[in-house]
């Protein structure tokens, strides 16, 4: 299976981390000199502004759907396959049992 696309989804996500990151970053270092607090109110502010950034990044969104949609068309075509065969065995074999017993 080619798994270029999740690694691009991922480094994607990195990427808009990373840059999340610096940005909060630099915030921090701005509001820290401005104001007293403590860092474990920082923490919780940083973690709450990389959850929120995190849940509205939908990059990468589409190629799961895709994905996922391929994966459901890919499992319908085995599952009709497999009935197929069976169909196409039987008629075989009926008509090798009807060769055999009128020659």
């Given at each position: 299976m080619n798994e270029w696309p999740v690694r691009v989804i991922v480094s994607v996500?990195?990427?808009r981390?990373?840059?999340v990151a610096d940005q909060v970053r630099s915030n921090k270092q701005a509001t820290c000199r401005t104001s007293e607090e403590t860092s474990k109110e920082m923490e919780?502010?940083?973690f709450k502004q990389h959850y929120r950034v995190f849940l509205a990044d939908e990059s990468g969104q589409d190629?799961?759907?895709?994905?996922?949609?391929?994966?459901?068309v890919g499992l319908g075509?085995?599952?009709a396959m497999k009935n197929l065969a069976t169909n196409?065995?039987?008629a075989f074999n009926s008509i090798g049992t009807?060769?055999?017993?009128n020659v």
């Open positions: 996500r990195i990427e981390y990373l840059e919780v502010r940083d190629m799961i759907e895709f994905a996922l949609v391929t994966a459901l075509a085995i599952v196409i065995t039987n009807t060769l055999t017993t």
